[in-house]
């Protein structure tokens, strides 16, 4: 956009910021850490006093963003000051950036986009690139002992990766954004393991390919990976956490995947602190993650789930094979189109009886006839966008019915945004 048509400034609401700095930048996505590391620089964001403890930087393909809630919540129970970016965010933009677990005034926003704004001269700036900056400054200001950072994309060339971390974290690594991180799983490996810092420990939430191993520890971190330096186990209705020297025993089920939470733990035990067992059961208990298998009504069961890719999807899959109700599934699914829409809806066409297919309103939204093709099945409706498809679902359902709605955050989102206006549970 040329600032002659309009150029926000304190004055302004947060959404005028937000829809100016979405237009600076030609790319939604641009993988290039020069222009983001020049304006942290101008605004002194790279010091080493932005926090005067750890930073932890969670990133994978699948729970990095439950990993990161996860965090926040056992360091908070613990009496630490803490800061936490996420993204995208499912209802407003200060769900992005929270500081002691809670959000932030928009004013707050919009005079540290003023300060990104002026310190920024003529170089353009990506959507998350200028909130990545945004965070910082506001954690700097805001003098904390923990800062956690959720990856955007990738990892290696990703706008967070302009810290230095003490601790990385990576959740998983799967095929997905194929387009930008190369497509097979060793390229994908390569961009990940690239928030590695040299002698610096990193949590590995998942069992290694030898062939990925091969990759991540080419950056010579100090690895602490599931299955070789940790262990959990299930036992009946508690679960067990463990390492070579430590253990937890008997810890309560979280609400959330016990896989980020026992990754959640591992990178908790890399930080130079001393944290309980207490505050590690009342973090579990507190962590609930908007779109992660997210329940909003009972009669009919409402799941809002984010899963977008094969890999997440297979664990919803899982998840839902578990849970009980005697009536159809309905399934409300919006998609982008460079997804692997095939595989990702594959894990799920033997469970779900009637589909609701719904186009996406954005640029790269797939078309609700796009999804109907994909599924093999008598019972597909199609709906020009998700609102539409959740006010047929809700009219369709059976008490005794499930309604799944997945397959984006662009999906979750205007349901979500409904039922909260609406105050149905745990919105």
């Not at 990506?126 to 900056?133: G, K, P, Q, R, V």
């Not at 409402?302 to 849970?323: E, F, G, S, T």
């Amino acid at each position: 956009m040329n600032k002659k048509f309009f150029l926000p400034d304190t004055t302004s609401s947060l959404l005028q910021w937000l829809n100016y700095i979405s237009t600076l930048h030609y790319k939604n996505i641009d993988l290039n850490l020069d222009r983001v590391l020049t304006v942290a620089t101008r605004l002194n964001l790279l010091c080493s006093n932005i926090t005067t403890r750890s930073i932890i930087l969670v990133g994978g393909t699948n729970g990095k963003g439950t990993t990161c809630y996860l965090l926040e919540n056992i360091l908070l129970s613990s009496g630490f000051r803490v800061g936490l970016y996420t993204s995208p965010h499912l209802l407003t933009y200060t769900e992005r950036i929270r500081v002691q677990g809670k959000e932030l005034p928009d004013i707050i926003h919009i005079e540290v986009m003023a300060l990104i704004e002026e310190a920024r001269g003529s170089i353009s700036l990506s959507y998350f690139e200028f909130a990545t900056l945004s965070a910082l400054y506001l954690f700097k200001q805001s003098q904390l002992e923990i800062i956690i950072l959720e990856v955007g994309l990738g990892g290696r060339l990703d706008a967070t990766n302009i810290v230095d971390p003490d601790v990385s974290v990576i959740t998983n690594i799967a095929l997905d954004h194929t387009d930008l991180l190369g497509i097979d799983i060793r390229s994908i490996a390569r961009e990940k393991s690239g928030i590695l810092r040299y002698n610096k420990p990193a949590v590995i939430g998942e069992k290694l390919q030898s062939v990925i191993l091969d990759i991540i520890a080419q950056r010579h971190a100090l690895l602490f990976i599931k299955e070789r330096d940790w262990w959990y186990r299930v036992e009946k209705k508690t679960w067990h956490w463990w390492t070579n020297n430590y253990i937890l025993k008997s810890l309560l089920l979280p609400h959330i995947p016990l896989n980020n939470a026992a990754t959640a733990i591992a990178a908790i035990r890399c930080l130079p602190l001393s944290i309980s067992q207490k505050a590690i059961q009342q973090g579990l208990n507190n962590t609930i993650v908007l779109g992660r298998f997210q329940i909003i009504n009972r009669q009919p069961l409402v799941i809002l789930d984010v899963a977008h890719n094969p890999h997440a999807a297979k664990y919803l899959a899982k998840r839902l094979i578990a849970v009980h109700f005697t009536g159809k599934l309905r399934a409300v699914v919006g998609m982008l189109s460079h997804k692997n829409i095939t595989k990702t809806l594959s894990y799920l066409l033997h469970l779900v009886d009637i589909w609701y297919c719904a186009s996406i309103d954005t640029t790269l939204g797939a078309c609700a006839e796009e999804l109907a093709m994909k599924i093999d099945s008598n019972m597909i409706f199609q709906f020009k966008d998700v609102v539409s498809a959740w006010n047929q679902v809700i009219e369709d359902a059976d008490v005794e019915d499930c309604i799944l709605v997945f397959g984006s955050f662009y999906t979750v989102s205007p349901v979500l945004k409904l039922v909260c206006s609406k105050h149905i549970e745990r919105c």
